[in-house]
């Protein structure tokens, strides 16, 4: 109910185009790192999908490129610390209802389908289909791909667009963000790993790379993460708005799917390997999960 309310989205202005021909401003300095080699990374493919969000009534506003935001709440805080977490059945697994609109095909169904057992390979959460609980993620295609941070309660909307959100790798993301996760260039300790450059920032689009005061659960900073922007994200002219310190040739965000510390976060802020709920669990079970 909170969401209906239509707001302007930010990504109004995210409209550019990736079909410019010619040589990158400064490709010398970032070889191997033009826009036409970002033009799958997660960021790019977020960026073309959600060029419509929030023109649809009863999208809720979008922020930080593709996170739903309620509201009530202005901003997209970590939210683990007040309760968004998806609770933990006394098996010692984190089972997540989903329910996926009829409006995909079976091909599509089938790749959201696969991106959800995704988790199960090696993480303690179990997306299992939607029967009768009250919290949920209701995935459907909307004009983009986006998710609210954490759970909510009741159906909370996962976007996943037919128009180009049906790739593993974004429907990861967003289920991350579900999850209770945010963007890695948004880390508290981001500073230390990326430089933003906000003058080759999209005007309006600055709110993208604020930096937050995430928990980071002892993981190191990841630039192969599934969340984790390219270097070209909402970039004006063609420039980097994202660059890697203190070696800027690294390849940053071009994860195809989550990376093994994604997997270890969601272990970890689950923790998917205590044995705290499952005091019958035999010594050389404990790792199953890892
Ligand atoms: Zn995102």
């Known amino acids: 109910m909170l969401l209906q309310a239509a707001a302007l ?42 060029v419509n969000v929030g023109k649809n009534f009863d999208d809720p506003l979008v922020m930080f490129g593709d996170i739903a935001v309620p509201t009530d709440l202005q901003n997209a805080d970590p939210c683990v610390e007040r309760g968004c977490l998806w609770p933990k059945a006394t098996d010692g697994n984190v089972y997540v209802p989903y329910r996926i609109s009829r409006d995909y095909d079976e091909r599509e169904r089938n790749t959201i389908v696969e991106g959800l057992r995704s988790f199960a390979e090696s993480t303690c959460i179990r997306f299992t289909p939607l029967n009768g609980q009250e919290d949920f993620v209701n995935i459907q295609s909307r004009s983009g791909c986006f998710s609210f941070v954490g759970r909510r309660g009741r159906g909370q909307v996962v976007s996943l667009s037919r128009r180009g959100c049906v790739f593993r790798q974004i429907i990861q993301h967003e289920l991350l963000h579900a999850l209770g996760f945010n963007h890695e260039q948004t880390r508290s300790d981001r500073n230390e790993h990326v430089r933003i450059l906000l003058e080759n920032v999209i005007p309006g689009m600055e709110s993208n790379f604020r930096r937050i005061e995430t928990r980071n659960l002892g993981t190191p900073y990841d630039y192969n993460s599934v969340m984790h922007y390219g270097r070209f994200a909402f970039s004006r002219n063609r420039r980097p708005t994202i660059v890697p310190i203190p070696d800027g040739n690294v390849a940053i965000g071009r994860a195809t799917q989550m990376s093994a510390t994604d997997i270890l976060r969601v272990n970890r802020l689950y923790q998917c390997n205590s044995t705290a709920s499952r005091p019958d669990l035999k010594p050389v079970q404990r790792n199953h999960f890892l």
């Open 9 to 50: 989205s930010v990504l109004f202005c995210s409209v550019q185009s990736f079909t410019v021909q010619g040589p990158f401003g400064n490709g010398e300095e970032y070889s191997g790192n033009t826009v036409e080699d970002d033009e799958f990374s997660v960021s790019t493919l977020l960026e073309k999908a959600n």
